[in-house]
């Protein structure tokens, strides 16, 4: 069974950052692969980048890319998501999700943190 605990969400000013974190209770959090999504009120969720297991292999969409860096740190079973000139409309829950290596589905959800930024 894999865990996923979400942290580093809050309040900050459009143009500010902020720096998540997801962090894993599995021995096996080097063999997964995550990723980050978000969810704003009324609107679909979204996958907003993913990482392979050992740190390469990073997927960022269109409305992110250049903006967020996805990172992750297997000794310390952590995934990180820095988020750079922040905008209102990144405003959202965010949740990590792990997949296993083969899998397509993403079965491993955490309970997610909320960002919100102010114009």
């Known amino acids: 069974q894999v865990q996923l605990a979400e942290s580093g969400g809050g309040l900050v000013q459009a143009g500010g950052s902020l720096r998540l974190s997801c962090a894993a209770s599995?021995?096996?959090?080097?063999?997964?692969?995550i990723g980050w999504f978000r969810q704003a009120p009324e609107k679909e969720r979204e996958l907003l980048a993913t990482?392979?297991?050992?740190?390469?292999?990073?997927y960022y969409a269109d409305s992110v890319k250049d903006r967020f860096i996805i990172s992750r740190d297997n000794a310390k079973n952590t995934v990180y998501l820095q988020m750079n000139s922040l905008k209102p409309e990144d405003t959202a829950a965010y949740y990590c999700?792990?997949?296993?290596?083969?899998?397509?589905?993403?079965?491993?959800w955490g309970q997610g943190t909320q960002v919100t930024v102010s114009s």
């Open positions: 599995t021995r096996t959090f080097s063999t997964l692969r």
């Open positions: 990482i392979g297991t050992s740190g390469g292999n990073t």
């Open positions: 999700a792990a997949r296993r290596v083969g899998i397509t589905e993403y079965n491993y």
